[in-house]
T-cell receptor, first 110, second 117 residues
Framework: SQKIEQNSEALNIQEGKTATLTCNYT??????LQWYRQDPGRGPVFLLL?????KEKRKERLKVTFDTTLKQSLFHITASQPADSATYLC?????????FGKGTRLHILP | GAVVSQHPSWVICKSGTSVKIECRSL??????MFWYRQFPKQSLMLMAT?????????EQGVEKDKFLINHASLTLSTLTVTSAHPEDSSFYIC?????????????FGDGTRLSIL
């Protein structure tokens, strides 16, 4: 069956360290993968898109990797700050629509 | 840029009431809009996809007669939950995509918290 899996447990990271979130998928062949941030009671906010032929994408303190062999994307936040605390969702294009993972809650501890 | 406005933010109403939720793209034309439902600590579940001027495409298991979607213009889509019941209580979120390109990201509204008593 098709699945998108993100760390189900919350991730606690000390301020200033790098936070790394994982997104694994099975039985999809996405042309791209996206990462969104969602705060409680708010809609998701688009962060980054990485295409299947790209290994890595960066935007300020954010870095995304995409390994189509491992069927995995890693999302990194460097020099993390308490304001980075949120739920991060990965999403991929599957069957002509965007499919979202459940998200990983990230807590940056001051 | 790319702002999507969703209204209302909160709705509390009695069972049997019909509720309309609006989704507007404020500074771009949205050729495609999407409606999602999200339960606590769960992923966004796509309910339907709507293209301006045509009928919405509903996902399997979503009742089209219960969740009426209208995409009358390139900047407005509405979702009407007809004869709402407590099990319809959820967080409903719309998103809009600018252009027809496959790699265009979606821009989301801030959602509508629907509580049916």
């Amino acid at each position: 069956s098709q699945k998108i899996e993100q760390n189900s447990e919350a991730l606690n990271i000390q301020e200033g360290k790098t936070a790394t979130l994982t997104c694994n998928y099975t039985n999809y062949s996405p042309a791209y993968l996206q990462w969104y941030r969602q705060d409680p009671g708010r809609g998701p906010v688009f962060l980054l898109l990485i295409r299947e032929n790209e290994k890595e994408k960066r935007k300020e303190r954010l870095k995304v990797t995409f390994d189509t062999t491992l069927k995995q994307s890693l999302f990194h936040i460097t020099a993390s700050q308490p304001a980075d605390s949120a739920t991060y969702l990965c999403a991929l294009d599957g069957d002509d629509k965007i499919i979202f993972g459940k998200g990983t809650r990230l807590h940056i501890l001051p | 840029g790319a702002v999507v406005s969703q209204h209302p933010s909160w709705v509390i109403c009695k069972s049997g009431t019909s509720v309309k939720i609006e989704c507007r793209s404020l500074d771009f034309q949205a050729t495609t809009m999407f409606w999602y439902r999200q339960f606590p600590k769960q992923s966004l579940m796509l309910m339907a996809t709507s293209n301006e001027g045509s009928k919405a495409t509903y996902e399997q298991g979503v009742e089209k007669d219960k969740f009426l979607i209208n995409h009358a213009s390139l900047t407005l889509s509405t979702l009407t939950v007809t004869s709402a019941h407590p099990e319809d209580s959820s967080f409903y979120i719309c998103s809009a995509r600018e252009g027809l390109g496959r790699y265009q990201p979606q821009h989301f509204g801030d959602g509508t918290r629907l509580s049916i008593l």
